[in-house]
T-cell receptor, first 115, second 116 residues
Framework: DQQVKQNSPSLSVQEGRISILNCDYTNSMFDYFLWYKKYPAEGPTFLISISSIKDKNEDGRFTVFLNKSAKHLSLHIVPSQPGDSAVYFCAASQRSTSGTYKYIFGTGTRLKVLA | GAVVSQHPSRVICKSGTSVKIECRSLDFQATTMFWYRQFPKQSLMLMATSNEGSKATYEQGVEKDKFLINHASLTLSTLTVTSAHPEDSSFYIC????????????FGPGTRLTVT
C-alpha cells in the first residue's frame, strides 16, 4: 500500500523553464512534508519542507505547494538548470508506534533538464 | 551542514556470510537513525528506526534476525546483514536526525551490497 505516490516516473524540461513535480498522499494524518533530491549511488539531500499548517513555502528557486483537501503537494523549480537533473523524492512524516517520527517516501520522479 | 558517512561504500560477499555496514553522524549527535533499502528504480523503503540506547523498531516484513541493527552511541549505528543471500543485494542507505521528533534527516551516501 503506497501511501505516498509520485505518478510521473520521469519529466523532461528545457533549461530556464519551470519544472513541476507532483506528489499525492492518502493518509490525512501526515502533517509534515519534505522534498529530497538524489543522484545515482548517493544518499538523498534535503531540499525543502512544509508543515501542514501552511500551503506554500519558498526557498530560492524552489517552492513547495500543499493542497490538504486534495492531499497533493508539488515542487516548483524556477528557473530549471541542468544541475537540477536528478531523482526527486517527496516524503511525508508519520508518527510511529515507538513515538518517533518516520518519513514515508514516494517512488521518485527523474527530472532531466535539457540545455 | 550535517554530515553522515557510511562504510563501506561497496561490498561484495559470498552467500551465507555476514556483512556489517556502519553509519556515522560526523558533526552532530543523532538520537535517531534510520536504515533504508532501495531497489533499482524504486523508492526508499524504510527498514527500521533506531533510537540510541534502545532496540530498533522494524517495519512490517523486515526480518529483525536477519538485519541486526545496533545504535550504541549518539554517532554510530550499524546494520549487519546475517547469512546473506543474493536477494539481499541492494543499496542500503542510513539517515540520522538530531531529534526523534520531526526535523531534517541527513542521509549517508549509501552502501552497495552485492551477494554472490
Amino acid at each position: 500500500d503506497q501511501q505516498v505516490k509520485q505518478n510521473s516516473p520521469s519529466l523532461s524540461v528545457q533549461e530556464g523553464r519551470i519544472s513541476i513535480l507532483n506528489c499525492d498522499y492518502t493518509n490525512s494524518m501526515f502533517d509534515y512534508f519534505l522534498w529530497y533530491k538524489k543522484y545515482p549511488a548517493e544518499g538523498p539531500t534535503f531540499l525543502i519542507s512544509i508543515s501542514s499548517i501552511k500551503d506554500k513555502n519558498e526557498d530560492g528557486r524552489f517552492t513547495v505547494f500543499l493542497n490538504k483537501s486534495a492531499k497533493h503537494l508539488s515542487l516548483h523549480i524556477v528557473p530549471s538548470q541542468p544541475g537540477d537533473s536528478a531523482v526527486y523524492f517527496c516524503a511525508a512524516s508519520q508518527r510511529s508506534t515507538s513515538g518517533t517520527y518516520k518519513y514515508i517516501f514516494g517512488t521518485g520522479t527523474r527530472l532531466k533538464v535539457l540545455a | 551542514g550535517a554530515v553522515v558517512s557510511q562504510h563501506p561504500s561497496r561490498v561484495i560477499c559470498k552467500s551465507g556470510t555476514s556483512v556489517k555496514i556502519e553509519c556515522r553522524s560526523l558533526d552532530f549527535q543523532a538520537t535517531t537513525m534510520f536504515w533504508y533499502r532501495q531497489f533499482p528504480k524504486q523508492s526508499l523503503m524504510l527498514m527500521a528506526t533506531s533510537n540510541e540506547g534502545s532496540k530498533a523498531t522494524y517495519e512490517q516484513g523486515v526480518e529483525k534476525d536477519k538485519f541486526l541493527i545496533n545504535h550504541a552511541s549518539l554517532t554510530l549505528s550499524t546494520l549487519t546483514v546475517t547469512s546473506a543471500h543474493p536477494e539481499d543485494s541492494s543499496f542500503y542507505i542510513c539517515s540520522a536526525r538530531q531529534s526523534p521528533r520531526r526535523g531534517e534527516q541527513y542521509f549517508g551516501p549509501g552502501t552497495r551490497l552485492t551477494v554472490t
